[in-house]
Nanobody, 121 residues
Framework: QVQLVESGGGLVQPGGSLRLSCAASGRIFSVGVMGWDRQAPGKERELVAVITTGGTTNYADSVKGRFTISRDNAKNTVYLQMNSLKPEDTAVYYC???????????????WGQGTQVTVSS
């Protein structure tokens, strides 16, 4: 069994910053691409950022220049540094990771439970 546990969400004023963390634990042989999605009320879930094992990143246009994704491969942890937050960034943020449980298994996508980020004055 694999678990992804997120932390770091909360309430912040416009222009403020938050840092989200997501740690993978359990039966893990290898972790591939990791990322963050978000879902705002009444909207579809959207990709926010992804990062490969080698550190290559990709961002949604709406967060480029404001958010930074990073990872610690030794800790199987992915981070999302969010700066210059806007009210439209308000959403539940979900981390995800491609995880291989054994040498013989294939990569399977796992999801965290989500953490609420609210940007409001």
């Amino acid at each position: 069994q694999v678990q992804l546990v997120e932390s770091g969400g909360g309430l912040v004023q416009p222009g403020g910053s938050l840092r989200l963390s997501c740690a993978a634990s359990g039966r893990i042989f290898s972790v591939g691409v990791m990322g963050w999605d978000r879902q705002a009320p009444g909207k579809e879930r959207e990709l926010v950022a992804v990062i490969t094992t080698g550190g290559t990143t990709n961002y949604a246009d709406s967060v480029k220049g404001r958010f930074t994704i990073s990872r610690d491969n030794a800790k199987n942890t992915v981070y999302l540094q969010m700066n210059s937050l806007k009210p439209e960034d308000t959403a539940v943020y979900y981390c995800n990771a491609d995880i291989k449980e054994t040498y013989y298994s294939t990569f399977q996508l796992s999801w965290g439970q989500g953490t609420q980020v609210t940007v409001s004055s």
